[in-house]
Protein backbone atom coordinates (compact mmCIF):
# COMPACT_ATOMS: atom_id res chain seq x y z
CA UNK A 1 0.00 0.00 0.00
CA UNK A 2 0.79 3.56 -0.14
CA UNK A 3 1.53 3.61 3.83
CA UNK A 4 1.47 2.06 6.83
CA UNK A 5 -1.94 1.05 7.87
CA UNK A 6 -3.00 -0.02 11.08
CA UNK A 7 -6.23 -1.29 12.80
CA UNK A 8 -8.30 -0.49 14.78
CA UNK A 9 -7.80 3.45 14.83
CA UNK A 10 -9.44 2.96 18.38
CA UNK A 11 -9.84 0.45 21.02
CA UNK A 12 -11.47 0.36 24.15
CA UNK A 13 -11.31 -2.82 26.08
CA UNK A 14 -12.19 -4.27 29.43
CA UNK A 15 -8.99 -4.79 31.81
CA UNK A 16 -7.96 -8.23 31.40
CA UNK A 17 -9.33 -8.59 28.33
CA UNK A 18 -7.02 -9.90 25.39
CA UNK A 19 -6.40 -7.40 22.36
CA UNK A 20 -4.83 -7.75 19.07
CA UNK A 21 -3.71 -5.04 17.12
CA UNK A 22 -2.95 -4.69 13.45
CA UNK A 23 0.21 -3.15 11.45
CA UNK A 24 -0.19 -3.46 7.39
CA UNK A 25 3.33 -2.22 6.61
CA UNK A 26 4.11 -0.62 3.23
CA UNK A 27 4.94 -3.32 0.56
CA UNK A 28 8.76 -4.56 -0.18
CA UNK A 29 9.81 -2.98 3.35
CA UNK A 30 11.98 -5.75 5.32
CA UNK A 31 11.97 -4.01 8.40
CA UNK A 32 8.77 -3.39 10.78
CA UNK A 33 8.48 -1.64 14.12
CA UNK A 34 6.31 -1.47 16.73
CA UNK A 35 6.60 1.37 19.31
CA UNK A 36 4.52 2.86 22.55
CA UNK A 37 3.67 6.26 23.26
CA UNK A 38 1.97 6.67 26.95
CA UNK A 39 0.22 10.10 27.39
CA UNK A 40 2.82 12.89 27.19
CA UNK A 41 6.10 10.82 26.87
CA UNK A 42 7.71 9.84 24.27
CA UNK A 43 8.13 7.06 21.79
CA UNK A 44 9.55 3.78 23.42
CA UNK A 45 10.53 0.56 21.54
CA UNK A 46 8.74 -2.14 22.19
CA UNK A 47 10.07 -5.46 19.04
CA UNK A 48 11.32 -5.17 15.84
CA UNK A 49 11.34 -7.35 12.75
CA UNK A 50 13.50 -8.04 9.80
CA UNK A 51 13.19 -10.31 6.91
CA UNK A 52 12.93 -14.01 8.25
CA UNK A 53 15.89 -13.57 10.99
CA UNK A 54 14.30 -13.64 14.99
CA UNK A 55 12.39 -10.73 16.20
CA UNK A 56 14.12 -8.10 18.77
CA UNK A 57 11.84 -8.40 21.54
CA UNK A 58 14.11 -6.68 24.01
CA UNK A 59 11.67 -3.74 24.49
CA UNK A 60 8.37 -5.79 25.33
CA UNK A 61 7.58 -4.63 28.95
CA UNK A 62 6.10 -8.03 30.04
CA UNK A 63 5.22 -11.22 29.20
CA UNK A 64 1.93 -10.26 28.47
CA UNK A 65 2.50 -8.74 25.28
CA UNK A 66 3.54 -10.63 22.50
CA UNK A 67 4.20 -9.92 18.43
CA UNK A 68 4.21 -12.01 15.18
CA UNK A 69 4.74 -11.39 11.71
CA UNK A 70 3.15 -13.54 9.01
CA UNK A 71 4.50 -14.01 5.46
CA UNK A 72 7.34 -10.97 6.06
CA UNK A 73 4.24 -8.60 5.74
CA UNK A 74 1.15 -7.58 8.47
CA UNK A 75 2.32 -7.82 11.90
CA UNK A 76 -0.06 -8.57 15.16
CA UNK A 77 0.97 -6.93 18.67
CA UNK A 78 -1.04 -9.01 21.37
CA UNK A 79 -1.69 -7.89 24.38
CA UNK A 80 -2.92 -10.49 26.92
CA UNK A 81 -4.95 -9.40 30.50
CA UNK A 82 -4.84 -5.71 29.51
CA UNK A 83 -4.01 -3.61 32.50
CA UNK A 84 -4.76 0.20 32.39
CA UNK A 85 -0.94 0.57 32.56
CA UNK A 86 -1.11 -0.69 28.99
CA UNK A 87 -2.96 2.53 27.84
CA UNK A 88 -1.47 4.25 24.84
CA UNK A 89 -0.83 4.56 21.17
CA UNK A 90 0.23 1.84 19.76
CA UNK A 91 2.93 2.92 16.66
CA UNK A 92 4.30 0.75 13.76
CA UNK A 93 6.73 1.79 11.30
CA UNK A 94 8.18 -0.19 8.31
CA UNK A 95 11.63 0.81 6.86
CA UNK A 96 13.19 -0.83 3.53
CA UNK A 97 16.42 -0.41 6.27
CA UNK A 98 19.69 -0.32 3.75
CA UNK A 99 19.38 3.01 3.51
CA UNK A 100 21.17 5.69 5.75
CA UNK A 101 17.98 7.05 7.09
CA UNK A 102 16.12 3.12 6.92
CA UNK A 103 13.32 5.29 5.17
CA UNK A 104 10.77 4.83 7.93
CA UNK A 105 7.85 5.47 7.87
CA UNK A 106 4.87 5.07 10.50
CA UNK A 107 2.05 4.28 10.58
CA UNK A 108 -0.79 6.24 12.29
CA UNK A 109 -1.46 4.15 15.22
CA UNK A 110 -4.10 2.31 17.70
CA UNK A 111 -5.19 4.14 20.60
CA UNK A 112 -5.69 1.55 23.34
CA UNK A 113 -7.85 2.35 26.13
CA UNK A 114 -8.32 0.21 29.04
CA UNK A 115 -11.11 0.84 31.75
CA UNK B 1 21.75 3.38 28.32
CA UNK B 2 21.36 5.51 25.52
CA UNK B 3 19.78 9.03 26.84
CA UNK B 4 18.24 11.47 24.23
CA UNK B 5 17.35 15.13 26.01
CA UNK B 6 15.54 17.69 24.13
CA UNK B 7 14.48 20.95 25.23
CA UNK B 8 12.01 22.99 25.68
CA UNK B 9 9.62 20.59 26.96
CA UNK B 10 7.05 23.06 25.61
CA UNK B 11 6.67 26.17 23.48
CA UNK B 12 4.63 28.83 23.30
CA UNK B 13 4.89 30.95 20.30
CA UNK B 14 3.25 33.90 17.77
CA UNK B 15 2.90 33.39 14.43
CA UNK B 16 5.73 34.95 12.64
CA UNK B 17 8.30 34.21 15.26
CA UNK B 18 11.00 31.60 15.26
CA UNK B 19 12.39 29.04 17.65
CA UNK B 20 14.90 26.27 18.00
CA UNK B 21 15.08 23.55 19.56
CA UNK B 22 17.37 21.27 20.69
CA UNK B 23 18.36 17.72 21.31
CA UNK B 24 21.25 16.34 23.42
CA UNK B 25 22.64 12.86 22.89
CA UNK B 26 24.80 10.71 25.52
CA UNK B 27 26.05 8.23 22.42
CA UNK B 28 28.39 9.19 19.27
CA UNK B 29 25.77 9.78 16.56
CA UNK B 30 24.59 6.36 14.37
CA UNK B 31 22.14 8.53 12.77
CA UNK B 32 19.60 11.70 14.20
CA UNK B 33 16.26 12.17 13.05
CA UNK B 34 13.50 14.55 13.77
CA UNK B 35 10.06 13.91 13.91
CA UNK B 36 7.50 15.98 13.86
CA UNK B 37 4.14 14.53 15.51
CA UNK B 38 0.90 16.69 14.21
CA UNK B 39 -2.04 16.83 16.32
CA UNK B 40 -3.93 13.70 14.92
CA UNK B 41 -0.74 11.68 15.82
CA UNK B 42 0.84 11.04 12.96
CA UNK B 43 4.82 11.03 12.93
CA UNK B 44 6.54 12.57 9.63
CA UNK B 45 10.28 12.53 9.38
CA UNK B 46 11.46 15.88 8.77
CA UNK B 47 15.28 15.31 8.64
CA UNK B 48 18.00 12.51 8.84
CA UNK B 49 21.07 14.62 9.78
CA UNK B 50 24.10 12.26 11.06
CA UNK B 51 26.26 15.79 11.27
CA UNK B 52 26.34 18.95 9.37
CA UNK B 53 23.00 21.30 8.12
CA UNK B 54 20.63 20.43 6.38
CA UNK B 55 17.59 23.02 5.11
CA UNK B 56 14.49 22.29 3.92
CA UNK B 57 11.78 25.40 3.62
CA UNK B 58 11.00 27.03 6.89
CA UNK B 59 12.77 24.53 8.87
CA UNK B 60 16.76 23.47 8.80
CA UNK B 61 18.31 21.62 11.29
CA UNK B 62 22.28 21.35 12.58
CA UNK B 63 24.06 18.30 14.52
CA UNK B 64 27.51 18.99 15.77
CA UNK B 65 28.29 14.96 16.35
CA UNK B 66 31.79 16.04 18.41
CA UNK B 67 29.65 17.53 21.00
CA UNK B 68 26.67 15.61 20.78
CA UNK B 69 23.43 18.00 20.47
CA UNK B 70 21.23 18.71 17.49
CA UNK B 71 19.12 21.83 16.43
CA UNK B 72 16.14 22.51 14.74
CA UNK B 73 15.08 25.66 13.60
CA UNK B 74 11.90 27.09 12.47
CA UNK B 75 11.82 30.07 11.26
CA UNK B 76 8.42 32.41 10.41
CA UNK B 77 6.27 29.80 12.46
CA UNK B 78 2.63 28.95 10.78
CA UNK B 79 -0.05 27.60 12.89
CA UNK B 80 0.19 24.45 11.08
CA UNK B 81 3.64 24.02 12.78
CA UNK B 82 2.07 23.03 15.80
CA UNK B 83 2.32 19.67 17.32
CA UNK B 84 5.39 17.69 18.91
CA UNK B 85 8.49 17.86 17.70
CA UNK B 86 10.83 14.80 18.86
CA UNK B 87 14.96 13.84 17.55
CA UNK B 88 15.94 10.11 18.19
CA UNK B 89 18.95 7.77 17.74
CA UNK B 90 18.94 5.42 14.67
CA UNK B 91 21.21 2.56 16.30
CA UNK B 92 22.40 0.95 13.32
CA UNK B 93 23.63 -2.24 15.55
CA UNK B 94 20.04 -2.99 16.74
CA UNK B 95 18.29 -3.39 14.21
CA UNK B 96 17.57 0.38 13.27
CA UNK B 97 15.44 1.17 16.44
CA UNK B 98 15.20 4.32 16.93
CA UNK B 99 15.73 5.84 20.38
CA UNK B 100 13.59 8.88 21.12
CA UNK B 101 13.64 12.08 23.33
CA UNK B 102 10.60 12.85 25.31
CA UNK B 103 9.83 15.66 22.48
CA UNK B 104 8.92 19.44 22.62
CA UNK B 105 5.23 20.47 22.30
CA UNK B 106 5.23 23.15 20.06
CA UNK B 107 1.86 25.78 20.19
CA UNK B 108 1.52 28.45 17.75
CA UNK B 109 -0.83 31.12 17.92
CA UNK B 110 -2.62 33.30 15.01
Known amino acids: GAGVSQSPSNKVTEKGKDVELRCDPISGHTALYWYRQSLGQGLEFLIYFQGNSAPDKSGLPSDRFSAERTGGSVSTLTIQRTQQEDSAVYLCASSSGGAANYGYTFGSGTRLTVV | GIQVEQSPPDLILQEGANSTLRCNFSDSVNNLQWFHQNPWGQLINLFYIPSGTKQNGRLSATTVATERYSLLYISSSQTTDSGVYFC????????????FGQGTELSVKP
Open chain 2, 88 to 99: ALLIYNQGGKLI
